[in-house]
């Protein structure tokens, strides 16, 4: 039986929780922590991008700077994501694990079996989206709950889950998000849909395809509760043992370094300065 290491966090701030994904990832890749289930959740509302991801056209930079919402990069790829009061969770480990197939999509679907099998604990039916697709859509948006990839996490053919995954040589990180309330017309206005029609369309749009937790049974979740019920979804699927560990001295100096080093980079995109943002 393998032992993993849990980490559950408190409610920090987007740089620190994404600085903190990496530097884990890069522990396990040389070989230096085992893998790890984290959990966590944010202390204000960020809107997290792709590293890949352009922001210059597709989000209202301003509108996220009056409403007080961060701007964070993400070491994985994907589409935006508005986090607020949500529920995240990431995974990294060795690819060589034999738990996982050394693919994406094999990784995508064990991570998500432990996921549902964690949601029924709370009474709640998920399943597994059966094949990839991405809906048509007259807003052809940059958020990540508009379109449901394969493996994905489905109630009543709603995406409940997003999540993204990145596979470095030795090691993978999938990292997702867990929604407990939905902030549709924030994110509308995140992505400059500032028209009243063009907005409540969006909204309407991603009532259809999204769904969050406290919307499904009529009753509201708590974040322990939700923790709880993950952690012995993972337990269960994956016949593993887990092991309340903080980071070690190697994760905490690079996750203070990536901070920095992601903080400079996004002010320089976004407000054209190597300082930080006045809060």
Request: hydrophobic letters at 35%; a positive charge.
């Amino acid at each position: 039986m393998q032992t993993w290491r849990l980490i559950r966090d408190g409610f920090n701030d987007g740089f620190y929780n994404m600085a903190v994904d990496e530097a884990i990832a890069s522990a396990v890749e040389n070989g230096i922590s085992p893998p790890t289930l984290r959990f966590y959740g944010w202390k204000s509302s960020t809107l997290t991008i792709g590293y890949s991801q352009k922001i210059d056209k597709k989000i209202d930079i301003e509108y996220c700077r009056k409403d007080g919402i961060d701007i964070v990069l993400r070491p994985t790829g994907g589409r935006a994501v508005l986090h607020d009061k949500e529920v995240t969770y990431s995974i990294i480990s060795p690819r060589d694990n034999p738990l996982f197939p050394d693919n994406i999509s094999g990784t995508y679907k064990a991570i998500s079996e432990a996921l549902a099998k964690g949601l029924s604990f709370l009474g709640i039916d998920a399943n597994l989206n059966s094949a990839f697709r991405i809906p048509h859509s007259a807003f052809q948006n940059p958020f990540c709950f508009a379109a449901t990839s394969q493996y994905e996490i489905v109630v009543n053919g709603k995406k409940l889950i997003g999540s993204a995954q990145r596979r470095f040589k030795k090691s993978f990180l999938q990292h997702g998000s867990i929604p407990l309330e939905n902030y549709y017309e924030r994110l509308a206005l995140c992505l400059g849909l500032k028209e009243k029609d063009k907005k409540e369309r969006f909204v309407k749009f991603l009532k259809k395809r999204a769904a969050t937790l406290n919307e499904l049974n009529g009753r509201v979740f708590s974040y322990n509760e939700v923790v709880d019920a993950l952690v012995r979804g993972f337990e269960d699927i994956f016949k593993i043992q887990f092991k309340i560990s903080p980071l070690i001295e190697y994760e905490l100096k690079l996750s203070n370094k990536i901070h920095k080093k992601v903080l400079t980079i996004m002010n320089r995109k976004i407000y054209g300065s190597k300082e930080s943002k006045d809060k």
